[in-house]
């Protein structure tokens, strides 16, 4: 059985934080269709004013930020006293969970090229402890064929495996295609592509760049006309209640009050900096 795009959705330019130049592919828009994926940004720009004000401190709950780049480096900042910087080719994951500060600074670079997804938090995983991580090339595992290079990022393809999401599944795949492939998605996964770089048909048919497609069941057939990469991010949807507000999401209104009454307070962080 081959997959079906059920839904596409192309990026729109806009701008966030202190004033960052993105496109915002997913969105409160899609939550339902797209669960458990939230928000979705790309970035691509070779003009260092477009991004050089970066994201400064801020706070989150309820999810986890997941943020890859093909180019360019990020520094990520936390209150849990993490500062750490990625290159190209890597993965900075944050669980939100109980609540969590952080700031993104990019530097200065001929490209800078990737995205960040808002992964949703189960219910029950709503307070879990903040905590953050990253996922380099030397810890992931590849998949080679004819006509694509897959890195898998995280969860699994066939018998590669690489880090585990610990509260949702999640299969993340950078898929570096100058050909064709096709790619079994696991039943049940609620299943995206993003084309972040170039031109693809999914089993026949044209998806242009920067744009989000949501699949059926079924296999799936990339192709491409020369190099492209297009990022594969499926999970199972969770069917809980989302109430989002700005950097909080929770499973009710009354919880995501009740954060920003904490934060007026100070009294959100539960964890801090860790001795």
């Given at each position: 059985?081959?997959?079906?795009?059920?839904?596409?959705?192309?990026?729109i330019?806009?701008?966030?934080g202190?004033?960052?130049?993105l496109?915002?592919?997913?969105?409160?828009?899609?939550?339902?269709?797209?669960?458990?994926?939230?928000?979705?940004?790309?970035?691509?720009?070779?003009?260092?004013?477009?991004?050089k004000?970066?994201?400064?401190?801020?706070?989150?709950?309820?999810?986890?930020?997941?943020?890859?780049?093909?180019?360019?480096?990020?520094?990520?900042r936390?209150?849990l006293?993490?500062?750490?910087?990625i290159?190209?080719?890597?993965?900075?994951?944050?669980t939100?969970?109980?609540?969590?500060?952080?700031?993104?600074?990019?530097d200065?670079?001929d490209?800078?090229?990737?995205?960040?997804l808002?992964?949703?938090?189960?219910?029950?995983?709503?307070?879990?402890?903040?905590s953050?991580k990253?996922?380099?090339?030397e810890?992931?595992?590849?998949?080679?064929?004819?006509?694509?290079?897959?890195?898998?990022?995280?969860?699994?393809?066939?018998?590669?495996k690489s880090?585990?999401?610990?509260?949702?599944?999640?299969?993340?795949y950078?898929i570096?295609l100058?050909g064709s492939v096709?790619?079994?998605?696991?039943e049940?996964?609620?299943v995206?592509?993003?084309t972040?770089?170039?031109?693809?048909k999914?089993?026949?048919?044209?998806?242009?760049?920067k744009?989000?497609?949501?699949?059926?069941?079924?296999?799936?057939?990339?192709e491409?006309d020369?190099?492209?990469?297009v990022i594969w991010?499926?999970?199972?949807?969770?069917?809980?209640p989302v109430?989002?507000?700005?950097?909080?999401?929770?499973n009710?209104?009354?919880?995501?009050?009740?954060?920003?009454?904490e934060?007026?307070?100070?009294?959100?962080?539960?964890?801090?900096?860790?001795?």
């Amino acid at each position: 059985m081959k997959a079906k795009i059920l839904e596409r959705v192309k990026g729109i330019n806009t701008s966030d934080g202190a004033g960052v130049k993105l496109v915002r592919v997913l969105s409160n828009k899609t939550v339902e269709s797209y669960d458990p994926f939230l928000m979705l940004d790309s970035f691509d720009s070779t003009n260092y004013d477009d991004y050089k004000a970066g994201f400064p401190m801020h706070p989150h709950r309820g999810i986890e930020t997941i943020t890859y780049l093909s180019a360019g480096h990020v520094t990520h900042r936390d209150s849990l006293g993490n500062e750490k910087t990625i290159g190209p080719k890597s993965i900075q994951w944050m669980t939100a969970g109980s609540g969590i500060l952080h700031s993104e600074f990019f530097d200065e670079e001929d490209r800078l090229l990737g995205l960040q997804l808002w992964l949703n938090l189960p219910k029950h995983a709503k307070m879990t402890s903040p905590s953050y991580k990253e996922v380099l090339p030397e810890d992931i595992s590849v998949v080679n064929r004819e006509g694509a290079n897959i890195r898998v990022y995280s969860g699994s393809l066939e018998d590669a495996k690489s880090d585990q999401a610990k509260y949702n599944p999640l299969d993340f795949y950078a898929i570096d295609l100058n050909g064709s492939v096709t790619i079994s998605p696991k039943e049940g996964y609620t299943v995206s592509l993003f084309t972040l770089i170039g031109h693809i048909k999914v089993n026949g048919e044209s998806v242009e760049e920067k744009t989000s497609v949501r699949l059926s069941e079924g296999d799936v057939k990339l192709e491409s006309d020369g190099e492209v990469e297009v990022i594969w991010m499926a999970s199972p949807p969770l069917k809980e209640p989302v109430a989002w507000g700005g950097p909080i999401v929770m499973n009710t209104r009354e919880e995501g009050n009740h954060a920003f009454q904490e934060l007026s307070k100070g009294t959100f962080l539960k964890e801090s900096i860790q001795e």
